[in-house]
């Protein structure tokens, strides 16, 4: 009876030994992923921990240092199924999907360049209303406010490249775009801004950019187009933009 007790104790002692092996040992490139996977898992719970729980957090992947983050009507509003994305300006269909104008050359950068898609998302929603939007971004643009943010970047220091993207709002950035500004420290990064709009372009948002991130590099030669223009905008016309591009390092 002895013996049998230690024998099952031996196979017991084997197979526990063995699971530790396969764990350290694991250096395929699927599996040295999910072990990356486990680690942002971990990280997000302690900065869930320390955030409010309605946070939404980024993971970083292990294979890009670019981020195209991004500001748009359309995931943070909520629009009726049926929304008239013809006659709006600034929502249109591709697919059977709605977009936002800024979102949609955010998703053809993404393409382009495989980096890490990212929205700059606020805790409350914009009115699916067009005009009652208007006001208020007018309203905070006015008050300088700094729209409290639901989605936080993790891992922003792996980042080398940012693609930041914003509707123009009353000739500047919207003051959601401030807020996520203001959060890190960008400093040694190259920030390639892009603006959709009704005409007024860029306006004086890259130098707020500057002022903001004083040691970060921002690019000069953002991407712009009106919103008349944004459903005609192609993966080509994006590439050809990122060609023209200096981007050092
Ligand atoms: C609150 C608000 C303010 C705006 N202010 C301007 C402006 O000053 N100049 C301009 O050219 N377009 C302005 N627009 C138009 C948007 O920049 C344009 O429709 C943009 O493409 C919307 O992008 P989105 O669909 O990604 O939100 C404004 C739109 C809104 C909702």
């Not at 748009?72 to 009726?80: A, C």
């Not at 006001?135 to 300088?144: A, I």
């Not at 203001?182 to 004086?204: A, C, R």
């Amino acid at each position: 009876m002895n013996k049998l007790f230690a024998l099952i104790l031996a196979w017991a002692m084997l197979a526990v030994l063995a699971s530790c092996g396969t764990n350290t040992g694991n250096t395929s490139s699927t599996e040295t992923g999910s072990l990356n996977e486990t680690a942002s898992q971990e990280s997000q719970k302690d900065h869930k921990e320390a955030t409010p729980p309605n946070e939404v957090v980024l993971p970083v992947s292990s294979d890009t240092n670019i981020l195209i983050a991004y500001f748009s009507r359309v995931g943070n509003t909520d629009f009726p199924e049926d929304v008239d994305a013809v006659s709006s300006a600034s929502l249109l269909r591709k697919d059977g999907e709605l977009y936002g104008n800024t979102q949609y050359v955010a998703a053809l950068i993404q393409q382009a360049t495989g980096g890490d898609l990212f929205l700059i998302k606020t805790e409350e929603k914009y009115p699916a209303d067009y005009d009652e939007t208007d006001q208020l971004g007018g309203k905070e643009n006015k008050e300088r406010s700094r729209p409290a943010l639901a989605s936080h970047v993790e891992g922003m220091s792996g980042y080398d490249l940012i693609y930041l993207g914003y509707p123009n709002w009353y000739y500047d950035m919207p003051m959601a775009v401030y807020a996520f500004l203001e959060e890190y420290d960008l400093s040694g990064k190259t920030i390639i801004p892009f603006v959709t709009s009704g005409g007024s372009g860029f306006s004086k948002s890259i130098s707020e950019i500057q002022n903001l991130q004083p040691n970060a590099e921002v690019l000069t030669e953002g991407y712009k187009v009106t919103h008349s223009k944004v459903d005609g905008v192609t993966l080509e016309d994006i590439e050809q933009w990122l060609d023209s591009l200096e981007i050092s390092g």
